[in-house]
């Protein structure tokens, strides 16, 4: 009766209380700036593009009408100065109410850094990676997802790779004063991608914000490591995946290693046909490279809708995995032909504002 078994360890008794839980009205915003991230701000040659301006209709909220005059002021100059995209950037932040403060730029990696600074609500941070809605079959299918052994853990080396050429300009960008609160402490970051760009954010909330006020919110995001990778993170991670997304179930997880079971039992069936047993004991091999990716995060499940009645969609927190396999295969015929296709984020925008609306009313 004399031995105290409870709360044996008093360093554990002041947990944080200041976690950001999962919100409609963040992932929404959230999702906005992960769109936000394909706009050419880095500059390119002629007008801008039209996913461009569909994206900052969609984040400003403005009419067609009022938009478009404004892209209009800078669409002559993108012929001779590239940095009117720039200038066109800022002020859509702007008028959504955020600063600009950084964007980053290095072969094929971009992002942004901008902060919330409307009246009446408190300053965060955003840091938005830009994805590969455009090429994602390039990454799919790349050499580089060989996991790259490191520190004890694995991680998919051509995220790592890319990652690597923007990180020291973001750990720079975060040290600048209008990041900082009175105090000198960073503010409240939240970070953010899709596609690509979900795998980005995975790895700026490794490197650079593993224990931090804010949240990692990705959309669509791809496998980047084994469980060992996110073993340190402690700033909440929520993975927003939509209906029948082929992007997010890969690389291969758990399926992999049924997939190196089944071509090890058929070697063993075809032990006595040589040139069979070899190209079974190869492809083992080649799976075997590719072993070990999980993902990380709480799941947010985005259900599928039909004619575009975005407004049906629902939120399903932590389905089973079961189900949401039946629910993969029941809709990805709708896609078969184009793979990507629930992939796009604008689908994904589409559904989080529908769903962010109708919760805020209940």
């Known amino acids: 009766m004399g031995d105290n078994t409870y709360f044996v ?3 554990l008794l002041s947990p944080p209380i200041k976690r950001a839980a999962y919100s409609d009205r963040m992932a929404y915003v959230l999702g906005e700036m992960s769109g936000l991230a394909y706009f050419p701000f880095e500059g390119v040659d002629g007008l801008l593009s039209e996913a461009a301006i569909e994206a900052a209709k969609i ?6 009408e009022s938009l478009e005059r404004f892209l209009a002021d800078f669409a002559e100059k ?3 100065n590239k940095g009117a995209n720039l200038t066109a950037f800022k002020e859509i932040l702007k008028i959504a109410g955020f600063q600009y403060i950084a964007h980053f730029d290095r072969a094929t990696s971009q992002g942004f850094l901008c902060k919330r600074i409307s009246p009446g609500t408190d300053p965060y941070l955003v840091l938005a990676f830009r994805g590969t809605e455009k090429k994602i079959n390039d990454w799919l299918t790349d050499a580089d997802a060989v ?3 490191k520190d004890g853990y694995r991680v998919h080396n051509g995220f790592y790779k890319a990652f690597d050429l923007i990180k020291d300009d973001i750990r720079s960008a975060l040290k600048k004063k209008a990041c900082l609160d009175a105090d000198g402490n960073l503010l409240p970051l939240f970070i953010t991608g ?3 760009g979900g795998a980005l954010a995975l790895l700026a909330t490794k490197y650079l914000a593993r224990n931090i006020d804010g949240a990692c919110y990705t959309y669509g995001a791809p496998r980047v490591g084994d469980y060992e990778f996110f073993f340190d993170i ?3 991670v929520y993975r927003v995946v939509n209906s029948s997304d082929i992007v997010p179930r890969v690389p291969l997880g758990a399926a992999n290693q049924l997939a190196i079971r089944l071509v090890k039992g058929l070697a063993w069936v075809f032990d006595s046909i040589a040139p069979l047993k070899s190209l079974f004991r190869w492809l083992e091999q080649e799976l075997d490279k590719l072993n070990g990716y999980r993902h990380y995060g709480d799941l947010r499940y985005l259900t ?3 004619g575009g009645r975005f407004h049906e969609a629902r939120l399903v927190l932590n389905p089973p995995g079961l189900d949401r396999m039946q629910w993969f295969w029941k809709h990805l015929k709708a896609s ?3 793979p990507v296709k629930s992939h796009s984020s604008l689908l994904y925008r589409k559904k989080l504002v529908e769903v962010a609306n109708a919760r805020r009313e209940i």
Request: proline content about 7%; charged content about 25%.
């Open 9 to 11: 360890d008093q360093k």
């Open 59 to 64: 984040v400003t909220n403005k009419s067609d």
């Open 78 to 80: 993108l012929y001779h």
């Open 147 to 149: 996991p790259k052994q």
């Open 194 to 196: 899709h596609s690509l």
């Open 234 to 236: 402690k700033t909440p």
């Open 304 to 306: 599928d809708v039909q």
């Open 336 to 338: 078969i032909f184009t």
